[in-house]
């Protein structure tokens, strides 16, 4: 059974702190990595991608992958009101068409 | 990355009756996917609709409650059956496109079934 774990939260930060989104993985064989991001009452909005140990950026936002702790993480810089939303972490294997989701970590920033 | 829609966005049903999604693709694509999302839930996959036959669906669901249809490679259609308060969800079609490695998902389906 392939599992994806997050901290469903709240993540609550102040206006331009950084804020950190973790994400752990069951499945040693997953290759790609992805996180989304999910407003109330909207669908999932892919983000950031990943498929090599490091770190990758893309404005404010950093995802860092490790595949020998079996862990992703995203971090936001200067986290704004507007990045409040949930943060869906999902992780795939070569030649799978099908993402495994977790559940999601709730980030709020406040002003 | 591909234009997705779906219809109705919303519907409040009664016990008992079926409810028909439509998805559209304003491109070919290779996979189509429905998801349902219960409140405060992540994703569950429901099924893959596959082109030209019958739909593969995931441990839990069947066919007689959520059958699907995929005429051609940018349409996709998801009937809720004799619906029940618990299919209260939202339903999101979400697709695969070649040379890009994950799911884009449409803006979903709320389904409020009293």
């Known amino acids: 059974q392939k599992e994806v774990e997050q901290n469903s939260g709240p993540l609550s930060v102040p206006e331009g702190a950084i804020a950190s989104l973790n994400c752990t993985y069951s499945d040693r064989v997953s290759q790609s990595f992805f996180w989304y991001r999910q407003y109330s009452g909207k669908s999932p909005e892919l983000i950031m991608s990943?498929?090599?140990?490091g770190d990758k950026e893309d404005g404010r936002f950093t995802a860092q992958l490790n595949k020998a702790s079996q862990y992703v993480s995203l971090l936001i810089r200067d986290s704004q009101p507007s990045d409040s939303a949930t943060y869906l972490c999902a992780v795939k294997t070569g030649g799978s068409y099908i993402p495994t989701f977790g559940r999601g970590t709730s980030l709020i920033v406040h002003p | 990355s591909a234009v997705i829609s779906q219809k109705p966005s919303r519907d409040i049903c009664q016990r008992g009756t079926s409810l028909t999604i439509q998805c559209q693709v304003d491109s070919q694509v290779t996979m189509m996917f429905w998801y349902r999302q219960q409140p405060g839930q992540s994703l569950t996959l429901i099924a893959t609709a596959n082109q030209g036959s019958e739909a593969t669906y995931e441990s839990g669901f069947v066919i007689d409650k959520f059958p699907i249809s995929r005429p051609n490679l940018t349409f996709s259609t998801l009937t809720v059956s004799n619906m029940s308060p618990e299919d209260s969800s939202i339903y999101l079609c979400?697709?695969?496109?070649?040379?890009?490695?994950?799911?884009?998902f449409g803006p979903g389906t709320r389904l409020l079934v009293l």
């Open positions: 990943i498929y090599s140990n």
């Open positions: 979400s697709v695969h496109i070649a040379g890009v490695e994950t799911q884009y």
